[in-house]
């Protein structure tokens, strides 16, 4: 553990804000239709920082910055490679169908989503309530001007102002949660938080207060019900190369901050937010799978999948602390961290599809529009069908392992509520399993409503096989990226 300001454990943020400024410069002179000089500067740029991420989370050390605001791990550093591999694999599926909806007439979709990335890594690393809030608030103001990026759309203009409005008000309850748990500790650092909070000296009622709507706040950038009312609405009504934007890479800084504010600083008060995010779970499952069922918008029904799917993993969070006893803490935390990165591997090959089938005046967007995709094209029908097994946790895919691993923890104490949540999670998700069951009889046994073949650029095609795979592969050898979230939890929880 390092505490001083070496300026090497941040060279990829460095890198990152230098090479995002320099592209949207250059982006000025650059005039072809698919932005190709752009593109490949940001996949370069991006390249290099996920390189970089993988080495330092690789040599495991434990660094804080500018006096512990901010805290280089081995958990950060693989959210934040695996975060930087989502943006780039987004921008690969996403490009062709910009170029066809005239939103490539900038680089604004390659810098805004550099700066996005960027607000990720603040959320990721930060171990104080501002450096995490600036984070979010850099992330989120990116993503609002990629949701309105087709200016004279005006579906994507009504869910750009839900995104907004909505964000302001769960940006709200955040900071007023962190201004009372400041108020109450007298720091807005996170360690000193936990140190004033396991004190004793401080008055419940208020620290209960305060954590009350932090986890409101969180639960909002989760898409967790109660504070899921966004997710369909800017889900289906944002172009779908933004969609998998806001829907992928950002969980896992999503559920980083979870882990720096409610274990780094709050574990002391775990037995009040694990309450919490029971009901969120509870209600995140019971909603999302049931409101999955009715849609017939492809996009609005994944809303409504990821609303599920953000539910079980809570029951990873839920799961660390027993009767005050942390010993299955690491546990707990390390299949919540594996089942929202397999979560987000997962998005990005379903979305893929969806965004390779669209083409230009044609929104891929219905369950229908997949009807016979078997006959047009076995390969993509393939991966979107492994997606959705997974997805539903059919072995021997990733999810089934990510579900398996979350029920696991939840069982291990051996309490009775343990096993009541367990149950109704596997119910929900045999419920869940319907809705996505249904899209592979379409696919596969409905004649399609098109002749039209399916094509797509080289890129793409490497890239979505080679992410299908994955999800295949990781279900048949889930140990290695166990191991690799298991410890990389003990790092942070030992420090």
């Known amino acids: 553990m390092i505490d001083n300001l070496n300026w090497v454990a941040l060279y990829p943020e460095i890198l990152l804000l230098i090479m995002a400024c320099a592209i949207a410069l250059i982006d000025l002179f650059v005039t072809t239709r698919l932005r190709s000089l752009t593109y490949l500067l940001t996949m370069v740029s991006l390249g290099a920082v996920a390189a970089l991420q993988a080495v330092y989370a690789s040599e495991g050390t434990t660094v804080y910055l500018f006096g512990n605001m901010v805290v280089s791990d081995a958990m950060g550093n693989w959210l934040k490679c695996f975060a930087t591999l989502a943006v780039m694999t987004t921008l690969v599926y996403g490009r062709p169908y910009a170029a066809d909806r005239d939103m490539l007439r900038g680089g604004e979709m390659f810098t ?45 203009t009504e869910a750009a102002m839900k995104y907004f409005v909505l964000g302001a008000l769960a940006s709200g309850f955040l900071l007023y949660g962190l201004s009372m748990l400041y108020g109450a500790t007298g720091t807005l650092d996170i360690p000193s938080v936990f140190k004033a909070v396991s004190s004793g000296q401080i008055k419940h009622q208020v620290l209960v207060l305060g954590v009350v709507f932090v986890v409101c706040g969180l639960a909002f950038k989760l898409g967790v019900v109660p504070f899921h009312m966004w997710v369909p609405d800017v889900y289906q009504g944002a172009p779908t190369a933004v969609t998998l934007m806001i829907g992928g890479a950002p969980k896992l800084a999503a559920f980083a901050m979870t882990m720096r504010l409610l274990v780094d600083g709050l574990l002391p008060l775990a037995i009040d937010w694990q309450q919490m995010l029971v009901v969120l779970s509870v209600g995140s499952l019971f909603i999302g799978n049931l409101a999955a069922i009715a849609q017939t918008n492809l996009k609005r029904m994944l809303a409504f999948s990821t609303i599920a799917q953000m539910g079980f993993m809570l029951i990873g969070l839920l799961s660390g602390v027993s009767n005050g006893n942390t010993l299955l803490a690491a546990n707990a935390y390390s299949s919540a961290m594996f089942y929202v990165i397999t979560y987000v591997l997962t998005t990005l090959a379903s979305f893929g599809v969806i965004l390779l089938l669209a083409r230009a005046g044609f929104e891929s967007e219905e369950i229908t529009d ?48 343990g096993l009541i949540l367990a149950i109704f999670a596997v119910m929900m998700s045999l419920i869940g399993a319907f809705y996505y069951l249904r899209i592979v009889k379409v696919m596969y046994f409905d004649q399609p409503l098109t002749a039209t073949t399916v094509s797509a650029p080289q890129d793409v095609k490497v890239v979505l096989t080679l992410n299908g795979a994955l999800i295949l ?23």
């Open 370 to 417: 997949l009807a016979g995709l078997n006959q047009r094209s076995p390969l993509y029908a393939g991966v979107m069908a492994v997606c959705l097994f997974s997805l539903a946790g059919v072995p021997p895919l990733v999810g089934f392992y990510a579900k398996l691993s979350v029920l696991q923890a939840l069982l291990a104490p051996g309490q009775t509520g």
């Open 112 to 156: 805004l989503g550099m700066f996005a990335l960027m607000g990720m890594f603040v959320m990721i690393s930060g171990n104080n309530f501002l450096v995490l809030y600036l984070g979010l608030e850099l992330l989120t103001l990116s993503s609002y001007a990629l949701v309105a990026l087709r200016r004279n759309n005006g579906i994507a």
């Open 473 to 495: 592969i990781l279900g048949l050898v889930p140990g290695g990226l166990m191991t690799l979230c298991a410890q990389s939890i003990v790092k942070a929880l030992g420090t």
